[in-house]
């Protein structure tokens, strides 16, 4: 931290020292034009002694920075800051013209000009207080600008990480109330087994169902897998509901090429396939075929859930989105806000069909 503090500190003493030396150039350039225009032999000499006052705020300018961000930072009242600012300046300038008026006193020490001190001055008094004046008051806006441009930013990054924080917090809420729903389905499954005394069937599920959980507890440690990830996942999550069932109930995959490396929040399928199974599969005596269609449409990818049940033999349980549907959608919204679509259709063609669709990502997003 040390250290990025001093690269800000350093850039600073850059760009002040070069922005000072260019208003130099420019002055002392303004002042060669003058005589030019004229016709006159420019004294260069003088020239640069009369300018070289713009020099000073390049050793002063820090200093009245380092205060004005102290005082910034710690305002009460505004017009209170702004008193402040300007009795600061009054002294700097101050002792800017102060410092000049002693460099022309010695550069006419022993000459003739010298018996024209007291005018010169008065002259120095009035018309270089104005040019400091209005260095000052451009210098002290651009660094008040400056001051609150990066306040402003400083505040939205604590406000995006704020909200960051509590996005990860609300996933971490639905990833909780989802996975006791996920649980007490597969034990009721399993129980149901072992009511029907198929018990060597049910150890079979149970250890597939605990190699399932322990999967599923390392992918909680990951926001983003692979949709290829997930599928394996979802296979594996079928398998169990097809040893419980038998070949009565078949499932397939249609993963186009080019969507396996896509991003997708874990267990994204998994409540729209439990869905099914609960509400449209088992209504219909355990029987029924699940499809997944993965494809890429213009930079999206696009999810489709869908069994092959017909219309009129779907449930009104499946046409309902409960817990598991809701947290999902849920997600969807904190990880994607608007940019993403969570539908369910009826067809006689494809019977109950659960769509998503999110932005094609293969990186984080």
Not at 182 to 191: K, R, Y
Not at 198 to 208: D, F, P
Request: proline share 2%.
């Amino acid at each position: 931290m040390k250290r990025k503090n001093f690269h800000l500190d350093r850039q600073f003493i850059i760009v002040n020292t070069s922005a000072w030396l260019l208003v130099f150039a420019l002055t002392v350039s303004e002042s060669l034009f003058f005589y030019q225009i004229n016709g006159k032999p420019a004294p260069y000499r003088n020239i640069i002694v009369n300018d070289l006052y713009i020099l000073c705020w390049i050793i002063i300018t820090p200093f009245l920075f380092m205060i004005t961000r102290f005082w910034y930072h710690h305002r009460t009242k505004w017009l209170s800051f702004v008193f402040k600012i300007l009795a600061v300046g009054a002294l700097a300038m101050a002792v800017i013209i102060g410092l000049e008026t002693t460099v022309h006193f010695f550069d006419r020490l022993n000459t003739e000009q010298e018996r024209a001190w007291t005018n010169m001055y008065i002259q120095l008094i009035s018309f270089r207080f104005q040019i400091n004046l209005l260095l000052y008051l451009g210098y002290s806006a651009i660094s008040v600008a400056a001051l609150a441009y990066f306040e402003i930013k400083k505040s939205e990054e604590k406000r995006r990480e704020l909200n960051r924080s509590l996005i990860e917090a609300q996933l971490g809420v639905l990833k909780a109330q989802m996975k006791p729903h996920f649980l007490f389905n597969s034990l009721h499954a399993i129980s149901g087994l072992i009511l029907k005394k198929q018990n060597e069937l049910a150890i079979t599920v149970i250890t597939k169902l605990s190699d399932l959980l322990r999967d599923s507890l390392n992918m909680d440690e990951k926001k983003w897998i692979t949709l290829n990830e997930e599928i394996d996942f979802i296979n594996r999550y079928l398998e169990i509901y097809v040893l419980r069932f038998g070949k009565q109930l078949t499932y397939s995959f249609e993963v186009k090429e080019g969507t396996e490396l896509a991003l997708v929040p874990p267990a994204l399928l998994q409540p729209i396939v439990e869905n099914s199974l609960v509400h449209g599969i088992v209504p219909n005596d355990n029987q029924g075929h699940i499809n997944i269609n993965a494809r890429i449409k213009e930079n999206y990818l696009e999810i489709e859930v869908c069994n092959n049940l017909q219309v009129n033999k779907i449930s009104q349980e499946q046409q309902k989105e409960g817990i598991g549907l809701s947290n999902t959608r849920k997600r969807l919204s904190s990880l994607y806000a608007d940019d993403f679509e969570f539908s369910f259709e009826l067809s006689e063609s494809k019977g109950a069909s659960t769509i998503i669709v999110l932005p094609l990502s293969n990186n984080e997003i």
